[in-house]
């Protein structure tokens, strides 16, 4: 047939027509085969298919979240985070042999990674046996090279299904220096986790610690339980801890802990405690205890070596005292420095009689000279002008009898007795430093009032600020300051403090700083014993001071807990105190003042 315009209609393989009427007819059996398969899906045989599909699960991991640093005041780390691994099986895959048939390997594998993790074995044989997941931690936060070398060593014994995912682990790369203030992270618990114990990893958990992420994706058992490239996959990002910045100079820090380690050994003491304040800003920049412990492993060392003796033991702090009693009398106008008394070798009070650390007869000695020589006849004598409560007062606005709250966990309050138990008998001992108790923070930081012309600065031991555990704000930026002495009294008191260190006037020649004006104050104290609620014959031995004495910039103080070599604060305490104010001056490049030193009188 002819079409118009004279062509023929061709049905051949070359025709359109064929070609399209071809083309739906190749559709129509895709549909067709579509269709029937739906069917099978849905009304032959739904059963088998939906056990297949079972077999391409989801598996959810957990992102670690790195924790945050610990650095001192220079940005070196005390506390970081380094290479780690968690090690991870899928007990579908563990409990197979090699022809894919269901085989109870679980307590084979569980006491191998128990003997080289040192887990529980138990633990391990339940998550091994797990039958409803593909996804177990087996352990967290282990070393890279010993999770790799145990895979490894599993692997090569036949076991599939074990892999490893990042997971750091906290370090301490200066060990034990001021591991007494970082804390430590104790041993992974059941979910292999290690929760922070002590110090400031304990305090500021919720700075350090950020916050995990998590990675949900599908896998297909089939395939060694790999992951299906196309298939479901959601991530939420970890977010890592903040840094925390300590006002603690490590290099600073190191030193001390050696000084003071060498000075109890040498006093064959029980313990120490050494501070070292910025006189200007109350920062801490250093703050030693010895014994102390490697953070690294805490559990080598006795539970009583890990805190911070400095801020949670409490003692009476001796003669030191006498320079908050001295310089609260120049204040309230009852004494000048060169205030005149008569001293005798023995003095009867209200329920005792009171005498000096050295024998003597009547001494005549100036407000000075009580100090040099370290007199509790004269302080006393000196005391008995207060008014009423005015002591008490004072000590109140030095400090004593609250915590400095530097955001040290089970800091002690210390012991101000109350106005109710505030007789005059009490008042005799706390002008001498009987009586009354502190921590080395406190005593240090009422000490610097007088390095600071009078004005006490909260002692801070994080630069900036950040939140503890209970809510508080701690920190430089929060730290407030109070007068609470004249600027008249604190120069009329450092004075009478440079005396102290004079070799032809005071007591502690030793804590001279060659080059520079000292100002300082032994302390000895009796050790009250509270099982007996009595003094029980040991003695606490100190030195608090700054330099230089008419320029402050540092103030150091060093306490040894019962020496047995029979010294007291001159000549235990003294000589520490020297090297670490001469380190610390050094260290900052401090030049001496050139000014002549102190040279009030110390008798009439």
């Not at 406190?442 to 009032?449: G, L, R, Y």
């Amino acid at each position: 047939m002819s079409r118009p315009g004279g062509g023929t209609d061709r049905l051949g393989p070359g025709a359109p027509r064929f070609r399209l009427r071809l083309g739906f007819l190749v559709i129509a059996l895709v549909l067709s085969v579509y269709g029937a398969r739906l069917v099978q899906l849905q009304a032959v045989d739904p059963g088998a298919y939906a056990q297949r599909a079972a077999q391409e699960g989801t598996v959810d991991v957990v992102l670690p979240a790195e924790r945050g640093r610990i650095l001192d005041r220079n940005g070196d780390a005390l506390a970081e985070s380094s290479a780690g691994l968690m090690i991870i099986a899928d007990p579908q895959l563990v409990n197979v042999d090699g022809e894919d048939r269901p085989v109870d390997r679980a307590p084979e594998l569980a006491k191998l990674l128990a003997t080289r993790l040192h887990l529980d074995y138990f633990t391990l044989l339940q998550r091994l046996r797990a039958t409803d997941t593909q996804f177990q931690y087996l352990a967290r936060q282990v070393p890279a090279d010993l999770a790799t070398r145990v895979v490894a060593q599993a692997k090569a014994r036949g076991f599939d299904g074990l892999s490893t995912e990042r997971d750091p682990i906290r370090v301490y790369p200066s060990k034990d220096v001021a591991a007494n203030l970082v804390g430590f992270l104790g041993l992974p618990d059941q979910d292999g986790v290690a929760r922070p114990l002590a110090g400031f990893e304990a305090m500021f958990d919720s700075v350090l610690a950020g916050r995990d992420g998590s990675a949900t994706y599908s896998v297909d058992s089939r395939a060694n339980g790999n992951r299906i490239p196309l298939g479901q996959s959601t991530v939420v990002p970890a977010r890592n801890g903040a840094d925390l910045t300590t006002t603690i100079d490590r290099d600073l820090q190191w030193y001390v802990q050696r000084v003071l380690r060498t000075t109890v050994e040498q006093a064959r003491g029980d313990s120490g405690v050494a501070v070292v304040l910025d006189s200007r800003t109350g920062q801490v920049l250093s703050l030693a205890d010895y014994p102390s412990y490697d953070a690294n492993d805490p559990a080598a060392s006795p539970k009583a070596d890990r805190g911070a003796r400095s801020l949670r033991d409490v003692y009476e702090p001796g003669s030191v005292e006498k320079v908050l009693t001295l310089s609260s009398l120049i204040d309230a106008g009852k004494v000048t420095d060169r205030t005149r008394l008569t001293v005798p070798g023995s003095l009867a009070r209200q329920d005792r009689v009171i005498h000096d650390w050295f024998p003597h007869d009547t001494l005549r000695l100036t407000l000075a000279g009580v100090l040099a020589k370290s007199s509790n006849i004269g302080t006393v004598l000196a005391a008995d002008r207060f008014d009423a409560g005015q002591l008490r007062g004072y000590l109140e606005r030095f400090g004593l009898g609250r915590a400095t709250g530097v955001g040290v966990q089970g800091e002690a309050p210390g012991i101000l007795p109350s106005g109710a138990q505030w007789t005059p008998q009490v008042q005799d001992r706390i002008a001498f430093g009987q009586s009354v108790s502190v921590n080395a923070v406190q005593m240090a930081a009422a000490v610097n009032t007088i390095a600071n012309r009078g004005v006490r600065v909260d002692p801070s031991l994080v630069l900036g600020h950040a939140t503890t555990a209970d809510g508080r704000t701690v920190g430089s930026d929060d730290a407030t300051t109070r007068r609470v002495v004249s600027a008249g009294a604190a120069r009329q008191t450092t004075l009478m403090m440079e005396r102290v260190v004079d070799p032809d006037a005071g007591v502690a020649p030793g804590a001279r700083v060659p080059g520079y004006r000292v100002a300082g104050k032994t302390g000895t104290a009796q050790r009250a014993n509270p099982d007996c609620g009595c003094y029980d014959g040991t003695f606490t031995v100190s030195f608090a001071g700054f330099a230089p004495a008419d320029d402050p910039r540092f103030t150091v103080y060093v306490v040894v807990q019962n020496p047995r070599n029979g010294g007291g604060g001159g000549s235990v305490a003294g000589p520490a105190f020297s090297e670490i104010m001469s380190y610390a001056l050094r260290r900052y490049a401090v030049p001496p003042t050139g000014t002549a030193p102190s040279s009030l009188p110390v008798t009439w």
